[in-house]
C-alpha cells in the first residue's frame, strides 16, 4: 500500500510541476516550439482527413506567430474542417498513451516521430519558416533519441504528448471562443452546417477537457 501512495503522491507532484513549468514559461523560447508542432499537428491532421476521404494536400503553411493552413483540395469538407483541433488532440493521446507503455523503446518513438516530421515536412510545407522548423524539429527529435536514454526519451514523449493535448484546448478556446469573428475552423464548418461556431467550440473544447482528463485518469490509476 505505501509504496503504490508513494508513487501516486510522486505522479501528481511531477503533474503539478508539468503544468507549473507550461504555466509560467508558455510565452518563451523553451515552449514555443512545442507550440508550433502543435500546428503542424493540427494541419496535417486536416491534411489526413482529406486524404481518408478521397481529397489530396496541395500544401501546408506554418508561420512564426503560430498560425498555419492546410489547403486540400477534393474529399469530405465535414471530416476535413473538424480533423484539425480533435486531431492534433488525438496525436497528443497517442503520445502521451506510449510514453505510458513500460516495454516500449522510447528512443525509437521519437526517431519515428522525427522522421515522420521531416518527411511531411518536405512533402508537404512550403513556407519558409514551416520547412525549416520541420527538418529542425525532425533532426532535434532523431539526436535526442540517439544520445539520451529510455528514460529521457520517455520524459520527451511525456512533454510532448501532454503539451500537444493541453494545447489543443486552449487553442480551441482562442480560435473559436475569445475570437468569435476570427477565421477558424469552427466559422467554416458553421457555414458548411448552418450551426453556429459557438456551439462547436464549446463540442470541441468540451470533447478536448474529458479526453484529458480520461489520459490524466488512466495515467495516475497506473502509477
Not at 178 to 200: F, H, K, N, Y
Given at each position: 500500500m505505501k509504496p503504490k501512495f508513494v508513487r501516486k503522491v510522486r505522479f501528481l507532484s511531477v503533474f503539478a510541476v508539468f503544468l507549473g513549468g507550461l504555466w509560467f514559461l508558455w510565452d518563451t523560447p523553451v515552449i514555443y516550439p512545442l507550440k508550433i508542432f502543435v500546428v503542424l499537428l493540427h494541419e496535417i491532421s486536416h491534411g489526413i482527413a482529406a486524404l481518408a476521404t478521397g481529397g489530396s494536400i496541395e500544401r501546408i503553411t506554418l508561420d512564426a506567430e503560430q498560425g498555419g493552413a492546410c489547403y486540400c483540395s477534393g474529399g469530405n469538407a465535414f471530416f476535413t474542417l473538424s480533423a484539425g483541433y480533435l486531431g492534433s488532440l488525438l496525436w497528443g493521446g497517442l503520445i502521451f498513451s506510449v510514453a505510458r507503455m513500460k516495454r516500449v523503446n522510447t528512443g525509437w518513438i521519437n526517431s519515428l516521430i522525427g522522421?515522420?516530421?521531416?518527411?511531411?515536412?518536405?512533402?508537404?510545407?512550403?513556407?519558409?519558416?514551416?520547412?525549416?522548423?520541420?527538418?529542425?524539429?525532425?533532426?532535434?527529435?532523431?539526436?535526442?533519441?540517439?544520445?539520451?536514454?529510455?528514460?529521457?526519451?520517455?520524459?520527451?514523449?511525456?512533454?510532448?504528448?501532454?503539451?500537444?493535448?493541453?494545447?489543443?484546448?486552449?487553442?480551441?478556446?482562442?480560435?473559436?471562443?475569445?475570437?468569435?469573428?476570427?477565421?477558424?475552423?469552427?466559422?467554416?464548418?458553421?457555414?458548411?452546417?448552418?450551426?453556429?461556431?459557438?456551439?462547436?467550440?464549446?463540442?470541441?473544447?468540451?470533447?478536448a477537457v474529458i479526453y484529458s482528463l480520461w489520459l490524466l485518469y488512466g495515467a495516475y490509476e497506473d502509477a
Open positions: 522522421v515522420a516530421v521531416i518527411v511531411l515536412s518536405l512533402m508537404y510545407i512550403r513556407s519558409e519558416f514551416g520547412l525549416v522548423f520541420g527538418l529542425l524539429f525532425g533532426v532535434a527529435l532523431i539526436l535526442a533519441a540517439q544520445k539520451t536514454g529510455q528514460a529521457i526519451n520517455r520524459g520527451v514523449l511525456f512533454v510532448l504528448g501532454l503539451t500537444s493535448a493541453l494545447y489543443a484546448i486552449l487553442d480551441i478556446k482562442g480560435d473559436v471562443l475569445d475570437r468569435p469573428e476570427a477565421l477558424s475552423d469552427a466559422r467554416m464548418l458553421a457555414e458548411l452546417t448552418g450551426i453556429p461556431a459557438l456551439l462547436w467550440g464549446i463540442s470541441w473544447i468540451s470533447v
